[in-house]
Every structure is written in C-alpha cells, then in structure tokens.
C-alpha cells in the first residue's frame, strides 16, 4: 500500500491509498473499458453541447483564453482520466469514497460536472462494465490538486505528462482565481460567482 496522505480541504483524516503504479495499470483498463461501451460516443458527445448550456465562474474561467468551442474536446479526456482513477482506487479500497475522490485540476472538475450531469448514460454504462463512477462534492478537495502529488504520481504512471493547460497547480489555481475574483467585482459578480449585484429593473 502507499504511504498515508493527508488532503487539506473538507478530508481531515489520514487516508490510505494503493501505490500509484498499481492505480495506473487499473486505471488504464478502466479508461479502455469504458471508452469501448456502445454510449461512449454518446457520452462524449453530450459532455461538448454544454457549449450554450453550462456557465461557469470559476472553473473554466481560470483557463487562459479558454474558448468552449475549442477546449471541451482535449478537456474531456482529461476528465475521463481523472474519473478512471478515482474508480480504480475506488475498487481497490472496498468502496472507499474519500479515498478514491482525489483532488482534481478545477477545470478538469468542471468537465467532471459536465459528465456527471449525463446521469442516465453513465448509469447505463455503470451497469454494462460493472465499473462505478465516484463524483461527490462533499468530499473534495477544491483548489488542492498539485505537481507531484498524489493524483500526478498516478496519471503519470498510467498516461504520461499532463496537458498543462488545464492542470496548473495550486498556488497557480489561487493566483488565478484572485485575477478573475478581481474583473468580476467591477460588473456585479460577487464572490466568484456566489453573488450578484441587483440589476434588473423591478415592477413597481
């Protein structure tokens, strides 16, 4: 087994973890198990219309120049990734959730979200491999992924470097949502996103 780690965010206790190496290898199956499902187009597919239906603050936005048209299609594997791993640690913990929810780039959790929403599909795919997604915002650890933790330590093994477009660290990840905070509060977005200033004109 890996040597306990600790994640800072709503995970306080010491969590044991497989060896990044052992992860990888399942990892890696999972992915290609799960890309060979019949509705894997399917789930691609539906993840990239959220090009008129989804909005983000805070998650897209910390990509530099990000473009929906442009980025969802290297963004999606990078969530598929992220959901194989957390499946594999998952299978490898007795069903251990806080374990298996690593932390995650924001905006690969974005696309995570994104392919949450696909409810019916994952399901239908959960049922055809067997293989059970984890996505649960009560355990995660927003804003903490970083170089050479964990999850890097993991991805490496099983897919090599990272697109460093969308995992930039955590001090990278604070700087950059300080700016965005910055731009938003002149035009009423308050709080990343969490508030907006009134500005509708009410009936009288």
Known sequence: MHQPTKESAAVSTTLVRPAPEIVARRARDILAIVEADREFDRLRT??????????????????????????????????????????????????????????????????????????????????????RFVHATDREAIGEWDHGDYTHQVYRAAWGPMNERYWFGKEETARRKAVVTAKYGPIGILDGGRRFAPGFPMAS
């Not at 442009?70 to 007795?94: G, H, N, Q, V």
Request: hydrophobic share 45%; net charge negative.
């Open 46 to 131: 539906a993840c990239s219309k959220y090009d008129e239906d989804w909005q983000c603050f805070m998650g897209y936005a910390l990509v530099n120049g990000f473009d929906v048209a442009k980025d969802t299609e290297p963004l999606f594997p990078e969530a598929m990734r992220a959901m194989a791993i957390k499946s594999a640690i998952y299978e490898m913990t007795d069903q251990n959730e806080e374990a298996a929810e690593i932390p995650v780039a924001v905006p690969v959790d974005e696309m995570i979200h994104a392919l949450a929403a696909q409810f019916t599909v994952l399901c239908r795919i959960q049922d055809r491999t067997n293989i």
